[in-house]
Every structure is written in structure tokens, then in C-alpha cells.
């Protein structure tokens, strides 16, 4: 049998749609977090353990994704992107069940392997089957659509929460939807082992080490400050105007709608910018963002702040991405994007554990105020580097 051709429509969609499950996966329950809160009031610690909720999925995808990365290398795609997702239904929907919070951590932390093998192995199949400008728009695509499953996961999730905070964690069952099309579509790449063998012996001479790990720290960087949307917003909005769940849900998902938009735009914004100008003007924008989530004192101004803030991290992950796959051995890319999916999820998992301690030091909205502070000093920074770049 003629094995499906990636370039056709069925294959792109399955794509996307495995895409969706990713990125915003442990912020789905985020509006559910105050009601959870209460609900485990007596728990020592809560505050703490009901943010680990939100955030322990991101820990085990940090831990899971270089495994999942290792085994597509040598072992093929599709079968661990189909198991991943059947995992996802499952653990992810375990909380509506469960009632004791170290049983639905447990939970999480299954989501938080199954979203590894989701991330990595979608994100290697974009790049096993495109190239070239073809690559960077399909990984732009893949971002705004990451940001679209987040705004409706999102936004569903604050809706239910104000019915019950345990229903959020039923969406997580949409995953088996998927399940048959990743069966059924996606052409497992073909895959010379002898060439694969032989590249991994040079691999240590051609990967740049440099460029590398720049881009892992800035993934680490990155999501530690945008994280502190889905960990801080529900309850920034809830002491600032006393909202509730659907509203920041809505509020949330506007920033991921934002994403999505600026996502979009990658292709053309490559067309005209360096790797460099797209993370300046990145960290610039999240640094605004932030800076406005600061000051604002009504649910109107906060949403402009986060949309604004959205607009940057929509430019990060294809941007990552490209210049990654576009820079690095094809034998090793499944380890590659595993890394860097692990210093992704690595970031929103460390994300409480800094702005925790410091939103009760100098309150949410001054956390909010130094942390737009530092993405424009990281924004100057950058922009110091492309200016010394030009002058020699």
C-alpha cells in the first residue's frame, strides 16, 4: 500500500488538532483553582498544593519529553503519539473522580507524560514531513493553533467551574476524538537507519551547542513569566474585582487567543526578520503586557494587558522551533525538540515556585510589575547583541 502523503489536508488537520492538547493542557482547571482552593481548605498547605495541581503535569513533561524524544529516534513516530494521546483521555479526566488532591496529582502527573509524548512527537512530524518556508508557516500554524485550543479549553473550563470545579477535567476526554484520525492518517516518515546510525556518530561535532542552550534557557525564561497568567490571574482578578471563574477563564483564554493571532504572523514577520529581531520584539511586547497587568485596576485594562502579553509569547514557540529544526541534525531531532519541550514545561512547572513567595512579599500586581521589568530589560539586552551584530 502507497503510504498517505503528509501534504494533504486529513494529515495537517490530525496535526493540529493533536496540537491543541499541548501548550495550555495544565491551565484547562486554571479557573477551577479558587473553588478547588476551598474544597481542600483543611489540607495543610493548599495554596501550595492546589497551584501544584495547575503546574505538576508541567514538572513531568519537563521529565518525560527526552524519553519521548529518544524513543520516536529510534523507534518511529506514530505509535507513541497514539498511545500518548489514548493516556491523556485517561489521566487527564481522572480528577472529576478522584477526591483526595495526592490521588488527583498523581493524576496530573500521568497528563504530564502523555502531553511529553504529544509535544514532541507532533512537533518532530511537522518537521519530518515539511521543509523550508513550508516548515516555518505549518509551525506557525501549529502555535495559533495551540493558542486557539487554549482559548476554547479555556473558556469551556471557566464555564464549567462555576457549575462545579471538577467538571473542567472532563475535556480532557475531547483527546479520544483524535485518537482514531492519528491511527488512521499519519504516515509513519521513512526512515534510512543506516543514515541515522551514521549521523549519530557525528552528531556531537554538528550540533550547535551554543545556539542550543541559548534557546532552552530562553524557553525556561519565558514560560516562568507567562506562566504566572493561568498560576496568578484567577486570583489577581478575584482580589481586584472579585470575579469569578468564567471570567477569568475568559480573561486567560484572550491571552491565548492573542497567541494564536501573532502566531500567524510568524511566516511573514521571518520573511522580513532575523531570529533575533522576532525574540526582541517578543520580550518587548510581554514586558509591555505585563507592565499594564501591573497598573490596571479594572478587568478591562487587565484584559488588554494579557492581550498584549499574548501577542509575544505568540512569536516564541515557532520561532524556537524553526530555528531549531532548520539548525540542527535530522537524526537527532526528535532529542532536540524533546529538550526543548522539557525546558518549555520546566518553566511553567518553577513558575509558582517563584511568583508565589513573591506575590506575598510585594503583592500580584508589583510581581506582575517586575516581571514585565525583566522581559524588557531582556528585550534591551537582545537588542544590544543584534546591534553588536551589525557593527561587525
Given at each position: 500500500?502507497?503510504?498517505?502523503?503528509?501534504?494533504?489536508?486529513?494529515?495537517?488537520?490530525?496535526?493540529?488538532?493533536?496540537?491543541?492538547?499541548?501548550?495550555?493542557?495544565?491551565?484547562?482547571?486554571?479557573?477551577?483553582?479558587?473553588?478547588?482552593?476551598?474544597?481542600?481548605?483543611?489540607?495543610?498547605?493548599?495554596?501550595?498544593?492546589?497551584?501544584?495541581?495547575?503546574?505538576?503535569?508541567?514538572?513531568?513533561?519537563?521529565?518525560?519529553?527526552?524519553?519521548?524524544?529518544?524513543?520516536?529516534?529510534?523507534?518511529?513516530?506514530?505509535?507513541?503519539?497514539?498511545?500518548?494521546?489514548?493516556?491523556?483521555?485517561?489521566?487527564?479526566?481522572?480528577?472529576?473522580?478522584?477526591?483526595?488532591?495526592?490521588?488527583?496529582?498523581?493524576?496530573?502527573?500521568?497528563?504530564?507524560?502523555?502531553?511529553?509524548?504529544?509535544?514532541?512527537?507532533?512537533?518532530?512530524?511537522?518537521?519530518?514531513?515539511?521543509?523550508?518556508a513550508a516548515r516555518s508557516q505549518f509551525l506557525g500554524l501549529q502555535a495559533a493553533f495551540m493558542g486557539f485550543g487554549g482559548m476554547i479549553f479555556l473558556t469551556l473550563g471557566g464555564y464549567l467551574a462555576d457549575r462545579n470545579w471538577r467538571q473542567p477535567f472532563l475535556i480532557y476526554l475531547m483527546a479520544w476524538l483524535i485518537l482514531p484520525l492519528i491511527l488512521l492518517v499519519l504516515p509513519e516518515p521513512d526512515r534510512d537507519k543506516d543514515a541515522v546510525q551514521q549521523a549519530g556518530a557525528i552528531a556531537s561535532e554538528a550540533v550547535p551547542w551554543t545556539l542550543l542552550l541559548t534557546t532552552y534557557g530562553i524557553a525556561l525564561l519565558t514560560q516562568?513569566?507567562?506562566?504566572?497568567?493561568?498560576?496568578?490571574?484567577?486570583?489577581?482578578?478575584?482580589?481586584?474585582?472579585?470575579?469569578?471563574?468564567?471570567?477569568?477563564?475568559?480573561?486567560?483564554?484572550?491571552?491565548?487567543?492573542?497567541?494564536?493571532?501573532?502566531?500567524?504572523?510568524?511566516?511573514?514577520?521571518?520573511?522580513?526578520?532575523?531570529?533575533?529581531?522576532?525574540?526582541?520584539?517578543?520580550?518587548?511586547?510581554?514586558?509591555?503586557?505585563?507592565?499594564?497587568?501591573?497598573?490596571?485596576?479594572?478587568?478591562?485594562?487587565?484584559?488588554?494587558?494579557?492581550?498584549?502579553?499574548?501577542?509575544?509569547?505568540?512569536?516564541?514557540?515557532?520561532?524556537?522551533?524553526?530555528?531549531?529544526?532548520?539548525?540542527?541534525?535530522?537524526?537527532?531531532?526528535?532529542?532536540?525538540?524533546?529538550?526543548?519541550?522539557?525546558?518549555?514545561?520546566?518553566?511553567?512547572?518553577?513558575?509558582?515556585?517563584?511568583?508565589?513567595?513573591?506575590?506575598?512579599?510585594?503583592?500580584?500586581?508589583?510581581?506582575?510589575?517586575?516581571?514585565?521589568?525583566?522581559?524588557?530589560?531582556?528585550?534591551?539586552?537582545?537588542?544590544?547583541?543584534?546591534?553588536?551584530?551589525?557593527?561587525?
Open positions: 500500500m502507497k503510504p498517505r502523503s503528509p501534504d494533504t489536508f486529513l494529515v495537517k488537520a490530525t496535526l493540529l488538532l493533536a496540537s491543541t492538547l499541548t501548550v495550555m493542557a495544565g491551565a484547562t482547571i486554571a479557573p477551577s483553582l479558587p473553588a478547588m482552593r476551598q474544597h481542600f481548605a483543611a489540607v495543610s498547605n493548599a495554596d501550595y498544593w492546589v497551584r501544584l495541581v495547575l503546574t505538576a503535569p508541567a514538572l513531568f513533561i519537563a521529565i518525560g519529553a527526552p524519553v519521548a524524544g529518544i524513543a520516536i529516534d529510534r523507534f518511529g513516530r506514530k505509535g507513541l503519539l497514539g498511545l500518548s494521546v489514548f493516556l491523556y483521555g485517561f489521566a487527564g479526566s481522572s480528577g472529576f473522580l478522584l477526591d483526595q488532591i495526592g490521588l488527583i496529582l498523581l493524576g496530573r502527573m500521568l497528563l504530564g507524560f502523555s502531553v511529553a509524548g504529544i509535544m514532541t512527537t507532533a512537533t518532530t512530524l511537522i518537521a519530518d514531513y515539511y521543509i523550508g516562568i513569566v507567562f506562566y504566572m497568567i493561568p498560576v496568578q490571574i484567577p486570583f489577581y482578578l478575584q482580589q481586584l474585582m472579585g470575579a469569578n471563574a468564567s471570567q477569568s477563564g475568559l480573561a486567560i483564554a484572550l491571552a491565548t487567543l492573542a497567541t494564536s493571532i501573532s502566531a500567524l504572523s510568524y511566516q511573514r514577520l521571518k520573511a522580513r526578520f532575523t531570529f533575533t529581531n522576532i525574540y526582541a520584539i517578543a520580550f518587548g511586547l510581554m514586558g509591555i503586557g505585563y507592565l499594564v497587568i501591573s497598573f490596571a485596576r479594572t478587568y478591562e485594562i487587565v484584559l488588554i494587558g494579557l492581550a498584549i502579553a499574548g501577542l509575544g509569547v505568540g512569536l516564541l514557540m515557532p520561532n524556537m522551533n524553526v530555528c531549531l529544526t532548520s539548525s540542527t541534525p535530522a537524526s537527532l531531532r526528535g532529542r532536540i525538540l524533546g529538550g526543548l519541550t522539557t525546558s518549555f514545561f520546566l518553566g511553567q512547572f518553577t513558575s509558582p515556585f517563584v511568583s508565589q513567595p513573591l506575590s506575598q512579599w510585594v503583592g500580584l500586581g508589583t510581581t506582575y510589575g517586575l516581571a514585565g521589568g525583566l522581559m524588557l530589560a531582556t528585550a534591551a539586552i537582545t537588542c544590544g547583541v543584534i546591534f553588536r551584530s551589525h557593527l561587525t
